[in-house]
C-alpha cells in the first residue's frame, strides 16, 4: 500500500508500476458491450433553440453527430443505437457536459462517411473526425498548433503511480505503433518524433525505429515538464506550456488508434484502462467509449461498500467522483477503488510550516506560503507573488503534508479561478 510517510528530507523515491509483457496480468480483457451507453460532449447548451439533435433519433457506430448545425462541436457515436435522453452534467473543476444517453443494440452497424475519406490522412480530415482520441482527449488543440509543435514526444509510461495503460498499449501496439506514427507525421507535418520508455519498455521502443529516450522510472518523471527537464534539458517557464516551447505530447493508445482507424477505415470506439483494485493489484481491460463504471466493477467483481472511494484516474493526482453510473471517456486512463480503511481523511488544520512540502516539491514552489493565501482565496496573488503557476501538478505536496491539508486541490482550485478571473478580465476589457 502507498503510504505517507512521517516525515522525510527530500522528495519521496516513488517508484511507477514497470511491467514485463509476457506476464498474464498484463493481458487486456474484454468489457461486453453494455445495454446504455453515456457520451459527454463539452459546453453545449441543450436549451438553445438550435440543438437539432433530439430523443428517440437513431445513430450508427463511428457516425458523426452534430448537435447543433454550424455550431462545430460534434462527437463520433461508439454503438449503434436509439438516442433515450439529453441533459446537462457539471464535472470537475465546474465543467459543463451535455450527456447523451444511448440505448445499445446488440450489433454494431458502422456508418460509413469516415471510410470514404480514410485513403487521405490530411490535417483537414483529422480536424473533421479526430477532435478526441483515446488517450489524448484534446488531439483537436494538438492539430491547432500555435506556436507550432516541432517535436512530439510518445509517453511510454503513464503519469501517476500504479497505472499500466500507456505501457500495456505500447507492448501490444506492434506494427500498427510504427504505421500510427508515420501518419502522425503526415496529418501534423512533424519529422521529429521521441519516444520516452522506463529501461524495461527500451528494447520494444527501439524497433519502431524512432529516437528512443530513457527515463528513470520514479515519480514523478513521467510529466511532461518533468521530461523536458531531465531528458531534453529545457525549463518550462512559469504560465508557459511544453506546446509554447514546440513540443506536443501524446500517448500510445492515441498513436495506435490512429493507426487503426486508417487501416481498418473504422474510428477508435474503445478505450483501454487500467483497474485499480483495493489491495492495489490491477486489471487491465478495453472497453466501448461510454459504459458506465459500474459495468466494469461488476465484471471484474468489484464491490463499492459504504465509505469506499471510487477515483478516475491515479492515488496522487486522480479525482474522486461520486457515482459508478459515469462514463469511460476518451481521457479514463485509470479507475481506482479505494477501501475506506485506506483512506486518510482530509484536515482542515492550518500549515504547522514543517517544510516537508518545499522540500518535496521538484518545481520549488514555495508552497508552504502558496497555502496560506489560497485558503484566503488570494489567487492573484498567489500566481504572481508565490508561483502558482509554477506549479507541475504531481500531488506530492498533499503526499508528504504532515498536517493532511488537501495543498493539491487547493492548488488545482487556485489555477482554475486565476483562469477565470484573468478571462472575465479579458472579456471586459
Not at 463520433?76 to 436509439?82: K, L, M, P, Q, R
Not at 519529422?191 to 530513457?214: C, H, Q, R, Y
Not at 534539458?233 to 505530447?249: E, I, L, T
Request: glycine letters at 8%; hydrophobic letters at 40%; charged letters at 20%.
Amino acid at each position: 500500500m502507498i503510504k505517507r510517510p512521517f516525515i522525510g528530507f527530500g522528495r519521496p523515491r516513488l517508484k511507477y508500476s514497470t511491467i514485463d509483457m509476457m506476464e498474464e496480468k498484463n493481458s487486456i480483457q474484454e468489457i461486453p458491450l453494455p445495454d446504455r451507453v453515456t457520451l459527454l460532449l463539452k459546453n453545449l447548451d441543450i436549451n438553445s433553440g438550435d440543438i437539432i439533435l433530439k430523443a428517440g433519433e437513431k445513430i450508427k457506430t463511428g457516425e458523426k453527430i452534430v448537435p447543433v448545425e454550424g455550431d462545430g462541436k460534434y462527437l463520433i457515436s461508439t454503438v449503434t443505437g436509439t438516442i433515450s435522453s439529453l441533459s446537462e452534467y457539471t464535472g470537475y473543476m465546474g465543467e459543463s457536459f451535455t450527456t447523451i444517453s444511448v440505448d445499445v443494440s446488440s450489433e454494431d452497424e458502422w456508418d460509413n462517411e469516415f471510410s470514404e475519406t480514410a485513403a487521405d490522412p490530411s490535417r483537414e480530415n483529422a480536424l473533421n473526425f479526430f477532435g478526441q482520441l483515446p488517450g489524448c482527449p484534446n488531439f483537436e488543440s494538438f492539430l491547432n498548433f500555435r506556436p507550432p509543435v516541432n517535436t512530439i514526444i510518445i509517453t511510454g509510461m503513464d503519469q501517476d503511480l500504479l497505472i499500466r495503460t500507456n505501457q500495456v498499449t505500447l507492448g501490444h501496439g506492434g506494427d500498427i505503433l510504427k504505421k500510427g506514427i508515420d501518419y502522425l507525421k503526415e496529418i501534423t507535418h512533424v519529422s521529429k518524433v521521441i519516444i520516452v520508455v522506463p529501461p524495461l519498455l527500451v528494447p520494444a521502443a527501439e524497433k519502431l525505429g524512432i529516437k528512443t529516450m530513457e527515463v528513470k522510472p520514479l515519480y514523478p518523471n513521467m510529466l511532461p515538464e518533468m521530461i523536458m527537464k531531465n531528458i531534453l534539458g529545457k525549463v518550462v517557464p512559469q504560465g508557459k506550456s511544453c506546446v509554447d516551447m514546440g513540443f506536443g505530447f501524446i500517448s500510445p493508445e492515441a498513436v495506435i488508434s490512429l493507426g487503426n482507424a486508417f487501416e481498418t477505415k473504422k474510428l477508435p470506439i474503445h478505450k483501454t484502462v487500467t483497474v485499480i483494485h483495493k489491495d492495489e493489484t490491477a486489471s487491465i481491460v478495453r472497453v466501448r467509449i461510454g459504459t458506465p463504471i459500474k459495468n466494469i466493477l461488476n465484471v471484474l467483481g468489484i464491490e463499492i461498500g459504504h465509505g469506499d472511494r471510487l477515483i478516475l484516474g491515479g492515488p496522487l493526482t486522480g479525482t474522486a467522483i461520486y457515482s459508478e453510473e459515469l462514463p469511460v471517456t476518451y481521457s479514463t486512463d485509470a479507475i481506482m477503488v479505494q477501501d475506506k480503511s485506506q483512506i486518510t481523511p482530509a484536515s482542515n488544520t492550518h500549515c504547522i510550516n514543517c517544510g516537508e512540502c518545499v522540500r518535496a516539491c521538484p518545481a520549488k514552489v514555495p508552497v508552504n506560503m502558496l497555502v496560506r493565501l489560497l485558503e484566503n482565496g488570494l489567487y492573484e496573488e498567489a500566481a504572481t507573488e508565490y508561483d502558482l503557476l509554477s506549479c507541475i501538478e504531481c500531488g506530492l505536496c498533499s503526499y508528504v503534508c504532515l498536517a493532511r491539508i488537501p495543498v493539491f486541490h487547493y492548488i488545482m482550485l487556485g489555477k482554475h479561478e486565476f483562469a477565470r478571473i484573468a478571462s472575465l478580465e479579458e472579456s471586459n476589457a
